[in-house]
């Protein structure tokens, strides 16, 4: 049997199970929190990451796996780890700009998951890491939408907290 209508379903039920935790267990208390203390707990997975630079560990996923897709996958995963350690940092801290480092953070993770999720045609080749796409993948994508949403409804209510010029 081919791998890809297994990885197919194994990543939409691993989405479909993390959206319906978020929006009944997590997001619920999260929207009663500062926004600093709820975009902190959305970045932790995030935080973990660097486990992409698996990709490109020998053994641990087939010798077949484009070069190409295990750099770019598992740098980017380091890149957007580093970002979410620094945005934990900044917001816990009150930091200046710790909105704006949320906001690099989130379009570069994007930006890796949406480079990543395109290349289908590496998804026989995850071999041990194959849990990183199907389980992982579909957690950051919700957190990544949690945030986002979170940033957008916080730059709107600063907009609004604005006085108009009489």
Same mark, same amino acid.
């Given at each position: 049997m081919p791998v %890809? +209508? *297994?990885f197919l379903l194994q990543f939409a039920l691993s989405l479909l199970v993390i959206a319906l935790l978020a929006a009944w267990y997590l997001g619920p208390p999260l929207s009663t929190r500062p926004l600093h203390i709820a975009i902190g707990v959305l970045l932790i997975p995030h935080a973990f990451r660097h486990v992409g630079l698996v !990709?490109?560990?020998p053994g641990v996923v087939s010798p077949n796996l484009a070069q190409g897709f295990a750099s770019s996958a598992g740098f980017g995963d380091l890149a957007a780890a580093l970002l979410a350690l620094t945005a934990m940092v900044a917001l816990r801290l009150h930091l200046p700009g710790a909105l704006l480092v949320t906001w690099i953070f989130s379009i570069v993770g994007i930006a890796d998951l949406a480079n990543a999720l395109r290349q289908a %045609?590496? *998804? +026989?080749? !995850?071999q041990a890491a194959w849990y990183i796409p199907t389980f992982f993948v579909p957690l950051l994508l919700v957190t990544h939408l949690m945030i986002v949403v979170r940033l957008i409804r916080a730059a709107r209510d600063a907009d609004a907290a604005v006085p108009s010029p009489s």
């Open positions: %890809e +209508p *297994i !990709f490109m560990v %045609e590496v *998804i +026989p080749h !995850f």
